[in-house]
C-alpha cells in the first residue's frame, strides 16, 4: 500500500516537474521576443513613419452615403472639395430663407 502511494507521489512530482520546466521554457520565448522588440524600437528613428505603410482601404469605396441616406453611385460622387462647397451652400441658403443671417 506504501509503494503504491510513494509511486503515484514519484509520478505526480514528475509531471510536475515537466509542467515547470516548460513554463520556463514558455518565459524565457516571452522574454527573448520582447527583446527582440525592444531592439527593433529602439533602432526606429524617433518620430519617423514606418517603410512599409498600408494603402487607405477607404480609396477604394463604391458607393457612398450622404447624411440624407440618399446613396451615391460611382459616377456620381463628386471631388470632396466640390461636394463640401456645395454643402455649405445649401446650409447658407437654409439659413437666409429661416431669417436667422448673421449668427
Given at each position: 500500500?506504501?509503494?503504491?502511494?510513494?509511486?503515484?507521489?514519484?509520478?505526480?512530482?514528475?509531471?510536475?516537474?515537466?509542467?515547470?520546466?516548460?513554463?520556463?521554457?514558455?518565459?524565457?520565448?516571452?522574454?527573448?521576443?520582447?527583446?527582440?522588440?525592444?531592439?527593433?524600437?529602439?533602432?526606429?528613428?524617433?518620430?519617423?513613419?514606418?517603410?512599409?505603410?498600408?494603402?487607405?482601404?477607404?480609396?477604394?469605396?463604391?458607393?457612398?452615403?450622404?447624411?440624407?441616406?440618399?446613396?451615391?453611385?460611382e459616377s456620381e460622387k463628386k471631388p470632396p472639395l466640390e461636394a463640401d462647397k456645395e454643402e455649405d451652400e445649401i446650409k447658407n441658403s437654409k439659413i437666409m430663407k429661416n431669417g436667422v443671417e448673421g449668427i
Amino acid at each position: 500500500m506504501m509503494t503504491k502511494f510513494i509511486s503515484v507521489v514519484e509520478t505526480r512530482f514528475q509531471n510536475t516537474e515537466t509542467t515547470l520546466k516548460n513554463q520556463q521554457a514558455s518565459i524565457q520565448g516571452l522574454e527573448d521576443q520582447i527583446g527582440q522588440l525592444a531592439k527593433m524600437i529602439s533602432e526606429t528613428p524617433q518620430g519617423s513613419l514606418p517603410s512599409n505603410t498600408k494603402p487607405n482601404p477607404k480609396e477604394h469605396v463604391k458607393a457612398v452615403t450622404l447624411r440624407s441616406e440618399k446613396v451615391l453611385a460611382e459616377s456620381e460622387k463628386k471631388p470632396p472639395l466640390e461636394a463640401d462647397k456645395e454643402e455649405d451652400e445649401i446650409k447658407n441658403s437654409k439659413i437666409m430663407k429661416n431669417g436667422v443671417e448673421g449668427i
